[in-house]
């Protein structure tokens, strides 16, 4: 069981999943563009047994979409594990630790931490931004209001700390290459509790990245979930390729260009691809964002034998702290 843990920091069940050793699979919705939560609540009740979270993203690409706390109270009461997204892009601290509070008062329980994407990507492209902290700062806020049941401004949260399991991110295929095993470690030290990283296509990238995490010794303070992206066609992975911070090798788009059936290669890639992770050291799940093509997800976690996903041990759920008591780190 790797990174062990000696008390439990919060009371998610994917905290719990990790910590029993178990390999961890989440995955992603993304909120309509609309005030519907018909297929927010849909896609839940069709991953939360397939998964162990659903992440609900912040208004990706930087087009505004239902909020991804509103999204995480949908997939909560469709008996899904909502995993909350929150970038830096919209919000100040203010308005960040208040929606934080809320969201833990609403029972959500996971947060990952992200910068976001720029305005410029977005079809709203004259907004101004916010950054008033950055991805790190905010994973040690989060911390702080946590563990030292305080504000960023050093105020004490006297009542019901939001006792939240935090994640983040990281890009393997970024460069400079050797700087994101750095930049993973200040995110773990700021207090990242599980990492989710960008969709891979490239596994000897990859490996040579997760190669460096466990000879830092990361894998054992950090719970890391390989990113998969099912595509649906040669296109799509061209497409991908052409965005910075994605390596796609030319052999896999040259796969899909002589696939009959595109979609069902594109299941097949993803599926050897998390098999080939499985045998990576220190990878502990994997997080598969099938963008606006969620229902491959029960059926990639099918055929690459991530079912039935695995329960909650007893002795993991008595080792839960009770709300409201701080815990150790």
Not at 122 to 149: C, F, P
Not at 243 to 262: F, H
Request: proline share 5%.
């Amino acid at each position: 069981m790797s990174p062990a843990a000696a008390a439990f920091k919060t009371d998610s069940k994917l905290e719990r999943i990790l910590s029993q050793g178990d390999f961890a699979v989440t995955a992603e919705i993304g909120p309509p563009k609309s005030a519907s939560s018909k297929g927010v609540r849909s896609n839940a009740a069709m991953m939360k047994d397939v998964t162990d979270g659903q992440n609900l993203t912040d208004n990706q690409t930087a087009i505004v979409r239902l909020s991804s706390l509103a999204a995480s109270v949908h997939v909560k009461e469709a008996g899904g594990e909502p995993i909350m997204q929150m970038v830096c892009r919209d919000r100040n601290r203010i308005a960040m630790q208040s929606d934080i509070l809320g969201a833990y008062s609403l029972g959500i329980r996971n947060l990952v931490c992200l910068s976001g994407d720029h305005q410029s990507f977005g079809n709203q492209q004259t907004a101004k931004n916010v950054y008033d902290i950055d991805s790190i700062q905010l994973i040690n806020m989060v911390r702080r209001m946590r563990d030292d049941h305080v504000l960023l401004s050093g105020e004490e949260i006297k009542v019901a700390p939001p006792k939240m399991y935090i994640g983040a991110a990281a890009n393997p295929f970024a460069d400079p290459f050797e700087f994101r095993v750095l930049r993973l470690e200040k995110k773990i030290n700021a207090g990242a509790d599980f990492i989710q990283t960008q969709c891979v296509f490239d596994l000897e990238r990859f490996a040579r990245f997760m190669e460096l995490v466990v000879k830092r010794g990361l894998d054992k303070r950090v719970h890391i979930l390989a990113g998969v992206t099912p595509a649906k066609s040669d296109k799509a992975l061209r497409y991908m390729k052409t965005v910075p911070g994605m390596m796609v090798p030319d052999s896999l788009i040259e796969r899909m260009a002589k696939a009959e059936n595109k979609e069902e290669e594109g299941l097949n890639i993803a599926v050897e691809t998390i098999k080939a992770m499985r045998q990576i050291p220190g990878v502990h799940g994997v997080h598969i964002m099938a963008i606006a093509w969620e229902s491959a997800v029960p059926v990639i976690a099918e055929r690459a034998g991530l079912l039935p996903r695995p329960a909650i041990r007893e002795e993991t759920a008595q080792a839960a702290p009770a709300e409201g008591k701080k815990t150790a780190d």
